[in-house]
């Protein structure tokens, strides 16, 4: 079982940024696939962005190509996920979760067992 703990949500215009950040409590078989997913009211929680954190391409929703970029470090021996999120649109709008597990990376939200405990991204038109 892994911690995670999500910061830097918050409210911004449309065509603002903001960057999220997901500190993982370990380093372990459980975080070797990584990612940022997100739940509008009313919505099924998606995908947005996941990580391999060995190494390889990240994987991008359609919705967010572009716009987003997912990265990660490793300062002081731990793992911290990141979400730079530029060019914000209305429909960004939802509460963002990071998670984690072992592979594959890109399964299906409800297939990932470790997750934060959200953080709130508000973009106003």
């Known amino acids: 079982q892994v911690q995670l703990v999500e910061s830097g949500g918050g409210s911004v215009q449309a065509g603002g940024s903001l960057r999220l950040s997901c500190a993982a409590s370990a380093y372990t078989a459980s975080t070797l696939c990584m990612g940022w997913f997100r739940q509008a009211p009313g919505l099924e929680r998606e995908d947005v962005a996941t990580i391999y954190t060995r190494g390889g391409s990240p994987n991008y929703a359609d919705s967010v190509k572009g716009r987003f970029t997912i990265s990660q470090d490793n300062a002081n021996g731990k793992k911290t996920l990141y979400l730079q999120m530029n060019s914000l649109k209305p429909e960004d709008t939802a509460m963002y979760y990071c998670?984690?597990?072992?592979?594959?990376?890109?399964?299906?939200?409800?297939?990932?067992?470790?997750w934060g405990q959200g953080t709130q991204v508000t973009v106003s038109s």
């Open positions: 998670a984690a597990d072992s592979p594959p990376c890109t399964k299906p939200a409800y297939k990932y067992r470790n």
